[in-house]
Nanobody
Framework: QVQLVESGGGLVQAGGSLRLSCAAS????????MGWYRQAPGKQRELVAV???????NYADSVKGRFTVSRDNAMNTVYLRMNSLKPEDTAVYYC?????????YGQGTQVTVSS
């Protein structure tokens, strides 16, 4: 069982920046993949960015060049740095972890980008 707790969401103007953090309840080095998903109102949950224990990353096309995912295994934490935010980035952002054969999500943090 892995518990994930997000922080760092909020309201920001278009063009601004935010950094999300997510702390895992177990040693991060034992988690193969960590990252972020998001869900906007009326839409399905979608992948934003993930990073493996080896440092390989994968980003949604819509955030490439603007968002950066990173992890600190010593702190059991994954981060999402979001720059040049757009109103269409408005969503609930969920921390994600894949541990053994199971997927885990945090409770979500709201990110709202005003135009």
């Amino acid at each position: 069982q892995v518990q994930l707790v997000e922080s760092g969401g909020g309201l920001v103007q278009a063009g601004g920046s935010l950094r999300l953090s997510c702390a895992a309840s177990i040693r991060a080095f034992s988690i193969n993949t960590m990252g972020w998903y998001r869900q906007a109102p009326g839409k399905q949950r979608e992948l934003v960015a993930v990073i493996t224990s080896g440092g390989s990353t994968n980003y949604a096309d819509s955030v490439k060049g603007r968002f950066t995912v990173s992890r600190d295994n010593a702190m059991n934490t994954v981060y999402l740095r979001m720059n040049s935010l757009k109103p269409e980035d408005t969503a609930v952002y969920y921390c994600y972890a894949r541990h053994t054969l199971y997927d885990y999500y945090g409770q979500g943090t709201q990110v709202t980008v005003s135009s």
